[in-house]
């Protein structure tokens, strides 16, 4: 028996989707960017403080409204360093996207490593703080990077 | 608790393998189906019920199910569809597991699939965080450079994968080459299971630490293959299992549960607050696993482990999370040789997701390996030797937040 | 084991056809407020079952973001991807085996606004033949069915809007649907816009956004939530084959085998006599004559008396979807569930300006696929 196939071109059309996000833990994370503070918000019941924060609290589904301002400096979580593109090929400057936890928060932020020479000397939990764009305008670029201390 | 409930077949559609352009999504499941009744006496009128599920935005068909409803033999059968990401197959396994335990249904056969050269995977997965990440675009991220991207969603290509890696990796104390060699070790795996994609016989840790790295400290080679395959399995009450004279080889379910935490990695959407190299969701849900089946000390009571591991990294750190060894321990246990097919715990005797990875399939296949190390059938020089009395098979998926686990085994929990 | 489930908590959304709040919000808002209305915490739940498909999410893996939002976070939760009926069966059986004894099941989508229902209803039929021909789709294999189903039994075109206008105006008293029509008409319904004939827009059901979540309970632990649950005594789901050309659009065989079981778990032997009333899912107006019959609730064919007699309004004899049904509202993959949480508002005595009097014992269904290939059955008694 002979079999015959054919390949059938199509499209899954993701553009055809409107999609409703809600935005209370960005909005308020980078109007504190503009003023090169880190907001988030904090749950009055467990104490778990989120940046950014969303309007409610997960551990105890509740709404939570309080805003706090957690410190610039916190310590090194994960963090990977990138050495080829997608396809394998090897990058010129190979950079190091991290996750930090600053001091008084119960989120891990990611971002871009800075202030190393030797990528095989950065630790996980060395300590590092928040470098800002010249101008800040409220906007997620305003957080340039972190940068060891 | 529940009716006791044994798997009596797992059966494969073939090999799998990364392209098959002569067959569409039905007909990669049929013969599966076909397998697993072949390998008993059962026919399609044998079967009370049917759970099935993959990962469809991968293929582009929504809810395939009613279209391969004859290909399974479902047409004029109760149907019910579970999909829950990677963690799909072992999800699905667990309906079907409910089906019978909860006596609505005596014989009752379970499918995972995914057809991966269909579609095209990397949307499927973009597709995960797509609304999110274009509402990041709202806010006014760094977009004139890859680094401004990297930064926002998070380590590069391999995602957040590189990051629970490297987090591991300063836990155990451990470096990229015991990743290298258990990504050896899989491969070799795979060689002795005539299922499985990437079979490479000896693969050594030199041939994975020659492969490039994507981002520290993943490589290519510690990373899984997009497959084509299918599974099938079938689950039976303790009653029909006597009836039909299978109890000799059977994997009975002795312990189950699922479980979630939040999407961790990529999360600047809501704040991340879980560690996903920490997964207390996986210990929470072992623990109620073990206790259901009667385990009380999984180090000793566990013969073989089938984990979920999309990444390499991950085949040492699950066995610690499921409480196998002892944080930390893995490492050092793979380098004297525990996790090998004759060791002390074989880990992935399958060879396991790196090896072969049909997502919808591959939380399935975990639980239809550790089924046939149970029941003694692993073909091809992939079954264990020793005595296994109990096995654990385990899935993840998400944003590396929900998990699967189950432990079969060779005699039921008594009632 | 546990030998009985039920109903203890029940609660929609007001459905729109452009929620103002995004679907994490929705579903948030939702399940904190039954929880609230029912005096427990989402530690009261032993499991989670959600409905919802990453097509009409538009997102792989659609539940990643929703499960914080129900109180599942650290908890056991799963995931049925087919019309929240199903979930609520899935949790059913969760529930039997007495491995737990509490559920929260919820489905949800943002059919109203996010996407177009034809174009994800598209994407489940075969790739390789009838996609790209286009011909048979939902709407196509309703209308082949509606066709067949008046030519048989003289059901005319002004039956059908008299059937379609019934449900408007009961959706009209129903405070969840997003559809209010109070100048309907079996005029205005016979002018609306022909889509495939006989099928005209206004036959079609409301889709929506919204959602639906239903606590569930063994005998066991029932009563520590309410004195009024909701037993599911019948469960049946059964699949018919996909090629419309290979099916009996009219006799719907799987349906009944559905029912069949269901009433036979719940000791029913005549449900014309038996059943007080039916919410069932009918993705088009016209569906509800043959739905109906295969469920043995109408003698096949009477779909033309049934509309004259008023036999299925209200205040008839067997009311069916005194809710408005779907053409109310239709948040897919919510629809089936909103059925079973109607029903239950029903026999609880809580269905304001729509309810029946006396009723005890109601016959739910779901269904999903083109042309109801896949459907679902549930009795629930007070
Ligand atoms: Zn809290």
Not at chain 2, 124 to 147: K, N, Q, V, W, Y
Not at chain 3, 204 to 232: H, Q, R
Not at chain 3, 342 to 371: C, F, M, W, Y
Request: overall charge neutral; aromatic content about 8%.
């Amino acid at each position: 028996m002979t079999q015959e196939t054919r390949i059938i071109e199509s499209t899954w059309d993701l553009t055809a989707y409107q999609f409703k996000i809600e935005a209370d833990a960005l909005s308020l994370f980078v109007k504190g960017l503009k003023d090169r503070k880190i907001l988030g918000r904090k749950c009055g019941t467990c104490g778990t403080v989120y940046v950014p924060g969303p309007t409610y609290c997960r551990k105890c589904l509740i709404d939570i409204d309080q805003v706090v301002e957690v410190s610039q400096e916190g310590r090194l979580d994960a963090f990977t360093v990138s050495l080829a593109d997608v396809r394998g090929k090897a990058v010129d400057n190979p950079f190091i996207s991290c996750t930090v936890k600053l001091d008084g928060s119960d989120s891990f932020l990611m971002g871009v490593l800075e202030g190393w020479t030797d990528w095989r000397s950065v630790k996980e939990g060395m300590r590092v703080k928040v470098v800002w764009k010249d101008v800040t305008q409220g906007a997620l670029a305003d957080l340039s990077h972190f940068q060891l201390i | 608790m529940g009716r006791n409930v044994a798997i009596i077949s797992v059966g494969y559609n073939g090999r799998f393998i990364s392209k098959r352009p002569d067959i569409n999504i039905p007909e990669l499941i049929q013969p599966a189906v076909n397998n697993a009744l072949g390998k008993t006496k059962l026919k399609p009128e044998h079967i009370d019920a049917y759970v099935v599920g993959n990962m469809h935005t991968f293929e582009g068909v929504n809810q395939p199910h009613l279209w391969a409803s004859d290909h399974f033999n479902g047409s004029g059968k109760p149907v019910m569809r579970i999909a829950t990401g990677g963690t799909t197959g072992a999800s699905v396994y667990q309906a079907a597991y409910y089906h019978v335990a909860s006596g609505m249904y005596d014989v009752v056969m379970a499918i995972g699939w995914e057809k991966q050269d269909e579609g095209d995977s990397q949307v499927g997965l973009m597709g995960i965080l797509l609304p999110e990440a274009f509402s990041l675009f709202h806010f006014g991220p760094d977009t004139s450079s890859d680094r401004g991207i990297a930064g926002l969603g998070g380590g590069g290509s391999t995602g957040g994968a590189a990051f629970q890696a490297m987090s591991y990796l300063t836990r155990a104390n451990a470096g990229i080459e015991h990743i290298d060699r258990v990504a050896a070790l899989m491969r070799s795996n795979a060689a002795k299971n005539p299922y499985a994609h990437l079979q490479q016989p000896g693969c050594t840790e030199a041939d994975i630490a020659g492969t490039p790295i994507i981002s520290y400290p993943l490589r290519f080679g510690h990373t899984c293959p997009t497959s084509c395959g299918a599974i099938a399995m079938i689950l039976v009450s303790e009653e029909k299992a006597k009836k039909f004279g299978l109890t000799d080889r059977v994997a009975w379910v002795k312990g189950l549960g699922s479980g979630t935490s939040d999407a961790t990695t990529g999360n600047l959407i809501e704040g991340q607050i879980t560690d996903p190299a920490e997964q207390q969701i996986c210990k929470i849900t072992a623990k109620k696993v073990y206790s259901m089946a009667g385990i009380k000390d999984p180090r000793k009571d566990i013969q073989v482990a089938e984990v979920y591991s999309g990444f390499s990294h991950q085949d040492l750190m699950w066995p610690e999370r499921l409480g196998l060894f002892e944080e930390g321990m893995a490492p050092k246990i793979l380098d004297k040789g525990g996790y090998a097919i004759d060791g002390e715990l074989p880990i992935n005797p399958s060879g396991g997701v790196t090896s072969t990875n049909a997502i919808g399939a591959s939380a399935m296949v975990r639980v239809g390996e550790a089924a046939l190390q149970v029941m003694g059938l692993a073909e091809g020089g992939h079954q264990v030797k020793r005595k296994i009395e109990n096995a654990v098979a385990h899935g993840w998926g998400g944003l590396f937040q929900f998990v699967t686990i189950t432990v079969l085994g060779k005699t039921p929990v008594k009632k | 084991m546990n030998e009985r489930v039920a109903v203890v908590g029940y609660k929609q959304t007001k459905h729109t056809i452009d929620s103002p709040v995004a679907r994490e919000r929705m579903v948030y808002e939702l399940v904190k407020s039954l929880y609230h209305d029912m005096g427990i915490t989402k530690d009261d739940i032993d499991t989670f079952v959600l409905a919802s498909n990453d097509f009409t999410d538009g997102r792989t893996i659609s539940e990643v973001f929703t499960v914080p939002r129900i109180g599942a976070y650290m908890k056991d939760e799963t995931k049925v991807e087919a019309d929240g009926l199903n979930a609520a069966l899935y949790a059913y059986m969760r529930i039997l085996t007495g491995l737990y004894n509490t559920a929260l099941v919820i489905g949800f989508s943002m059919a109203g606004s996010e996407f177009r229902v034809p174009l994800t209803q598209s994407y489940t039929m075969d790739p390789a033949y009838e996609r790209p021909r286009g011909i048979i789709n939902f709407y196509s294999t309703a209308a082949l069915q509606a066709g067949a189903y008046m030519k048989k039994y003289k059901f005319t075109d002004e039956d059908l809007a008299q059937l379609t206008l019934k449900n408007i105006r009961n959706a009209n008293n129903n405070p969840f649907a997003a559809r209010k029509d109070p100048g309907a008409s079996v005029e205005k319904i016979l002018g609306s816009r022909p889509l495939y004939l006989p099928l005209r827009e206004a036959h079609v059901s409301t889709y929506a956004d919204g959602a639906c979540a239903v606590v569930l309970s063994s005998k066991k632990t029932a009563k520590k939530f309410t004195d009024k649950p909701v037993w599911i005594d019948g469960v049946g789901h059964f699949m018919d084959t996909y090629y419309v050309g290979d099916r009996d659009l009219l006799a719907m065989e799987h349906l009944t085998a559905a029912a069949k079981k269901a009433y036979k778990m719940a000791g029913i032997k005549n449900p014309k006599k038996e059943i007080d009333l039916a919410e069932i899912h009918t993705n088009f107006a016209s569906e509800e004559p043959v739905l109906t019959e295969a469920l043995g609730l109408f003698k096949p064919g009477s779909g033309k008396d049934v509309v004259k007699s008023g036999a299925s309004a209200i205040t008839g004899t067997l009311p069916v979807n005194p809710s408005g049904g779907p053409l109310g509202a239709n948040p897919v993959n919510a629809t089936g569930l909103i059925r079973l949480a109607e029903a239950s508002a029903q026999l609880r005595k809580e269905a304001g300006q729509n309810q029946i009097k006396g009723a005890k014992t109601a016959v739910v269904h779901a269904q999903d696929g083109p042309g109801a290939q896949l459907n679902t059955v549930f009795i629930v008694r007070r």
